[in-house]
């Protein structure tokens, strides 16, 4: 059996713009690096990503001290890690959820 691929795309703020984030989902695709997810899927995990960690500071301080929260927060604040054939159904959809949100100002 093959072995499952996986790189980490470092935290940045470009990755906080969707035409980017399709332009890596391109490159990324096309260099073979991850397997078994659409451009699609990769676009908006990358941004999904991005989205969470930059507006993180509009969560009232109350609910960051959280375990849900600070668990959330801490599966993005090293940046965006990818696999092969990406992550569970229920990620997935909140994903492509978050890509449809509208992006604030950073």
């Given amino acids: 059996m093959k072995n499952k ?3 980490n795309i470092p935290m940045d ?3 906080y ?3 980017t984030c399709m332009a890596m989902a391109e490159e990324i695709a096309k260099s073979d690096k991850i397997t078994g997810m659409t451009l699609s899927q990769l676009a908006c995990e990358i941004f999904a990503h991005a989205y969470v960690y930059y507006n993180f500071r509009f969560i009232p301080k109350f609910l960051k001290g959280l375990k849900l929260f600070k668990s959330v927060y801490g599966s993005v604040e090293n940046g965006v890690d990818l696999e092969d054939n990406g992550d569970k159904l229920y ?3 909140a994903y492509r959820f978050i890509w449809f949100l509208p992006a ?3």
Avoid: G, V
Wanted: aromatic fraction near 14%; charge should be positive; glycine fraction near 0%.
């Fill in 13 to 15: 703020k470009a990755l």
């Fill in 5 to 7: 691929k996986y790189m």
């Fill in 104 to 106: 604030f100002a950073i």
């Fill in 17 to 19: 713009n969707r035409k």
């Fill in 91 to 93: 990620r997935r959809i």
